[in-house]
């Protein structure tokens, strides 16, 4: 344990912890306080410590990445050669490139939002200041909940943002390996491309459509473990539950 701790930077506790979770193996256990740990062991805890730090994911997504078997023959540049460039095409936003700074001047702290923005990989801003279409709305969406109070002076911090990258780029790669695994040897370009082009506009109002009911969901579970602690002090107040029903009785 000691060397595994040494080689992972990770502390023997957190190690314990993914053993319990399954994200790790059991060790070779050589006696009732002695174990053996692997390279398995240490290759997959480096694996789940870099996609918690630099992808921010759930230890539940974590766990389907690594016990997901390899789906060789997906990636082969056979399968829909060119349906990228179709699509992305028919996808990219129209208009010229748009000065980054420009788009959050309002904002306080505008330009050290933009680079906070850029360093997360939030949006790409090029060397001139400048940043494409699709790039330019997201700030201008971000710009939208900073006005409505969504703001790092409200505590808003870049991890929320982060967060939901993290979330799209693991939906977005499942997504597509499951694209041309699925639907690639079945149809031919063009038939993709269409395919694609309306399923992500379909996707995207799902993804809202979940999105919103959780949140509901969310927020009725809070008023409800509220309303049961409110319930529980009004019966802490001198009065048991046992005596308020005979009372009531």
Request: a negative charge; zero cysteines.
């Amino acid at each position: 344990m000691r060397d595994l701790e040494r080689a992972s930077g990770i502390g023997r506790e957190t190690i314990r912890f993914y053993i319990r979770e399954g994200l790790l193996p059991e060790p070779v256990r050589t006696a009732r306080n002695a174990a053996l740990y692997g390279e398995e062991h240490l290759t997959r805890l480096l694996a789940i410590r870099r996609l918690r730090e630099d992808r921010f994911l759930p230890l539940g997504v974590i766990r389907v990445l690594l016990d997901a078997p390899p789906e060789a023959g997906w990636d082969s540049p056979d399968i829909l050669p060119h349906v990228d460039a179709l699509l992305r095409a028919r996808l990219e936003l129209a208009g010229a490139r748009e000065d980054a700074r420009a788009i959050l001047a309002d904002m306080p702290g505008g330009a050290e939002e933009l680079a906070e923005l850029a360093a997360g990989g939030i949006v790409e801003v090029a060397d001139d200041g400048t940043v494409s279409p699709r790039d330019a709305r997201i700030l201008r969406l971000i710009a939208d909940l900073s006005r409505l109070g969504f703001n790092r002076e409200a505590g808003y911090a870049q991890d929320g943002l982060k967060r939901y990258l993290a979330a799209m780029r693991w939906l977005a790669e499942a997504q597509v390996r499951d694209f041309f695994r699925l639907t690639g040897p079945r149809v031919d370009e063009e038939k993709a491309a269409d395919m694609a082009e309306r399923g992500l506009g379909l996707l995207i109002a799902l993804i809202g459509e979940l999105f919103t009911r959780e949140v509901l969901k969310g927020l009725a579970a809070r008023r409800n473990r509220r309303a049961g602690d409110a319930g529980l002090g009004e019966a802490g107040e001198g009065v048991t539950p046992d005596a308020a029903g005979r009372g009531a009785g």
